[in-house]
């Protein structure tokens, strides 16, 4: 492309600059020597002016009369010979006059036998062409009324061999003018064409969405002017790509997060239905065998209504669980840090939860520890305690123990709640944070969990920004959660 350019431009420039030579060559072999004869032919009609007009002073003797023939003879090369009435001689050239002299006598005399061609006629001279083609003379004769004769000449080949040479000269001149003229065009075209190819070069690159490259003319062309604006271009390109990628990677993130919406909608109604379905059927069956006398007795009656009352709180408990839940997720329940003692908070709530652990045969331990002050949301801080020792207790065995304990650490406090039992199948721990998940779902209709408690737990420690998690053991299972204490 690159030699493509500048090869197409030098070689209209050279092929325009040749034809021009050419064309003038043509010219000037047509008409250069019909050019020469009419100029010759007008300084013989000069000269016949200046003659006329010294015949009309009567000055053919003065000095200026023979000084301006003598410049047209020797400037033009043309003979003169001039006589008056009674034939005596008023002017000779010195180039050949005496014989011009000769013939201007035979000429008033009418015994001249050369051939002569008349090609202008006047009241008072004639110009001609005489002589043989080989030595042919351009001639103007002619008489006044003065009577005074004159004839003037110059030779016809003078003006061809002029017309030839410099016809001739000039094709040397042209020739060397147009390979002067087309290497100076090549030097040249590549100073024009170099920024048209680098433009071209940037154009490329913005193709392969590469926008590094500028131009950097610094002159005030059409061509400058057009690789500023490709800079300018370039920038925008660039930056309209950039706003259409993030605009596309947002867009992208906004579908995989509507579409992990609708389908945490649709496993969250499934789950719900799921979950109601069994209190529902349990709560329809009992009111309809009351309505229908299934048993008369009052403690088959009482039993009735022990099992609705039941089913009719546990499904309280999941709605508000779900409420809480729902708060928790969408930001509606803002957390609120404040200083408390933690340690104060959790004997508070083991205190609360002596009867649970003793109806449950559960041993509650924890040790003495001084007030331990934090920053979080209290009230929240206790659900989660809560929800932790109420899973505790509810999936304690074996030894029946229930360890509270409290680590201080770099500004952290961990709360640990360990119970004995089973450990979490491996496959199963992280999945147990997700709402609705249950471990043995038995085990947790049978105590009436709603499968949401760690959910709310790790909502809760998330809006708070703090760490939480469960371990393994042998014997049993710990859950835990760091809170920021006061410095």
Not at 348 to 370: F, G, H, R, W
Not at 386 to 401: G, K, L, P
Not at 466 to 476: E, F, I, R
Request: charged share 25%; proline share 2%; glycine share 6%.
């Amino acid at each position: 492309m690159r030699a493509s350019i500048r090869k197409q431009f030098s070689v209209i420039f050279i092929s325009l600059m040749a034809g021009t030579v050419f064309l003038c060559l043509i010219v000037n072999h047509m008409f250069l020597g019909t050019y020469y004869r009419e100029s010759k032919i007008e300084i013989l009609k000069e000269a016949y002016a200046t003659i006329e007009q010294a015949a009309a002073n009567d000055s053919f003797g003065s000095e200026e009369f023979g000084y301006n023939l003598n410049q047209i003879c020797s400037s033009y090369n043309i003979t003169i010979c001039i006589m008056d009435a009674n034939s005596q001689t008023k002017y000779v050239s010195i180039n050949g006059g005496q014989e011009l002299e000769r013939r201007l006598y035979a000429y008033l005399f009418g015994f001249i036998a050369d051939e002569y061609r008349v090609i202008e006629q006047e009241t008072d001279y004639q110009i001609r062409v005489s002589g043989p083609e080989s030595a042919e003379y351009l001639e103007l004769y002619g008489r006044l009324e003065s009577g005074i004769s004159f004839v003037m000449r110059t030779p016809v080949e003078s003006i061809r061999e002029s017309a030839k040479l410099a016809n001739r000269f000039f094709a040397y001149v042209g020739l060397f003018g147009a390979v002067l003229g087309g290497l100076i065009i090549w030097l040249v075209s590549r100073r024009i064409t170099r920024p048209i190819l680098e433009l071209s070069r940037i154009s490329e690159q913005m193709v392969k969405l590469d926008f590094e490259a500028k131009y950097h003319g610094k002159g005030k062309s059409e061509i400058d002017q057009l690789g500023e604006n490709i800079n300018k271009l370039s920038v925008s390109l660039e930056q309209a790509i950039s706003d259409l990628k993030t605009a596309n990677l947002q867009l992208q993130q906004d579908i995989a997060r509507k579409e992990e919406i609708d389908e945490m909608r649709r496993e969250f109604l499934a789950n719900v239905s799921h979950e109601l379905k069994t209190p529902i059927a349990l709560i329809r069956g009992y009111a309809e065998g009351l309505k229908e006398g299934v048993s008369d007795d009052p403690e088959s009656r009482e039993f009735y209504c022990d099992v609705i009352m039941d089913e009719a709180s546990k499904m309280n408990v999941m709605v508000k669980s779900l409420m809480t839940l729902d708060q928790l997720e969408s930001g509606k329940d803002a957390v609120s840090m404040e200083r408390f003692d933690i340690v104060l908070l959790i004997r508070n709530y083991l205190q609360s939860a002596e009867i649970l652990a003793k109806q449950n045969d559960i041993t509650v331990k924890m040790e003495d520890y001084p007030p331990i002050y934090v920053w979080a949301d209290e009230l929240k801080t206790e659900e989660v305690f809560m929800n932790y020792f109420s899973n505790a207790v509810h999936y304690c065995q074996d030894e029946r123990i229930i360890d509270v304990s409290l680590q201080t650490s770099d500004g952290k406090v961990r709360i640990s709640v360990f119970n004995t039992g089973n450990p979490i199948p491996e496959d199963a721990v992280e999945h147990i944070w997700e709402k609705f998940y249950k471990v043995d779902k038995a085990r947790t209709r049978e105590y009436g969990g709603s499968g949401v408690g760690l959910s709310i737990v790790k909502a809760i420690m998330e809006a708070m920004g703090q760490a939480y998690g469960v371990q393994n053991y042998d014997n049993g299972v710990l859950f835990w959660f760091e809170l920021e204490t006061v410095q």
